[in-house]
T-cell receptor, first 113, second 115 residues
C-alpha cells in the first residue's frame, strides 16, 4: 500500500513554455501533499505544502506565481511550472501524507532548453 | 528551528560488511517523528522507518536496524551484511509536532557497496 505516482517521469520543454506535473496517491486519500525540488547530489528542498480544497502554502523564496499548485481532490495534486526557464531544470518530487508518514512519488526530471 | 545532520557525506564498503549511517537531529518540539528514506539511482524515495519521540525501542527489520537515542539526539541506521543493492543515498528526516507534517531532511549519505 501507500503508492504515489507522478506523471510525467521526464519532460523536456522549450524556454517560456509551461509544464504540468501530476501527483496521485493511488491507494489512499491524502489531504496533504508536498512538492520538493532536488538538485544533483543535494538534499530535497520543500517548495510548498498542498492542502486539498485550499491554497497551497509556499516556502520562503519560492515564487507562487511561477509554481502553481492545485490540489483538486484527495488523490491528486498538480504542479505547473509557468514560463519555464533553464534554471528551473531540476528533479521535482511530490509526496502524499497518510498518518504521520510521507510517501514519495518517483519524481519528474524537468529539462528546459 | 529544526535541523538534521548527516555528517557522513559518502561511505564506501565491500559487500558483506556492516555499515552504520549516522543521524543527529535538533528540535524544540517535545513530540516529533524521525524517518529514514532510501533513494536508489532511479530517484524514488523509499520509506524505510518512522519512529516517534516517545518510543526509544530499537528496531530490527531483516538486515536493517535502527538505534534511537534521545539523550544524544541520534537516530542511527545500521545495515548488516551489506549488499550491492543497498547502494543508494540514504536520508534521515525529522517532522516536529509544530511543523504540520513538514519534513526536515539531512543532507544524505551516499552509500556505495562494492562487490
Amino acid at each position: 500500500g501507500a503508492v504515489v505516482s507522478q506523471h510525467p517521469s521526464r519532460v523536456i520543454c522549450k524556454s517560456g513554455t509551461s509544464v504540468k506535473i501530476e501527483c496521485r496517491s493511488l491507494d489512499f486519500q491524502a489531504t496533504t501533499m508536498f512538492w520538493y525540488r532536488q538538485f544533483p547530489k543535494q538534499s530535497l528542498m520543500l517548495m510548498a505544502t498542498s492542502n486539498e480544497g485550499s491554497k497551497a502554502t509556499y516556502e520562503q523564496g519560492v515564487e507562487k506565481d511561477k509554481f502553481l499548485i492545485n490540489h483538486a481532490s484527495l488523490t491528486l495534486s498538480t504542479l505547473t511550472v509557468t514560463s519555464a526557464h533553464p534554471e528551473d531544470s531540476s528533479f521535482y518530487i511530490c509526496s502524499a501524507r497518510t498518518g504521520y508518514t510521507q510517501y514519495f512519488g518517483p519524481g519528474t526530471r524537468l529539462t528546459v532548453l | 528551528a529544526q535541523k538534521v545532520t548527516q555528517a557522513q557525506t559518502e561511505i564506501s564498503v565491500v559487500e558483506k560488511e556492516d555499515v552504520t549511517l549516522d543521524c543527529v537531529y535538533e528540535t524544540r518540539d517535545t513530540t516529533y517523528y524521525l524517518f529514514w528514506y532510501k533513494q536508489p539511482p532511479s530517484g524514488e524515495l523509499v520509506f524505510l522507518i518512522r519512529r516517534n519521540s516517545f518510543d526509544e525501542q530499537n528496531e530490527i527489520s531483516g538486515r536493517y536496524s535502527w538505534n534511537f537515542q534521545k539523550s544524544t539526539s541520534s537516530f542511527n541506521f545500521t545495515i548488516t551484511a551489506s549488499q550491492v543493492v543497498d547502494s543508494a543515498v540514504y536520508f534521515c528526516a525529522l517532522s516536529g509536532g509544530t511543523s504540520y507534517g513538514k519534513l526536515t531532511f539531512g543532507q544524505g549519505t551516499i552509500l556505495t557497496v562494492h562487490p
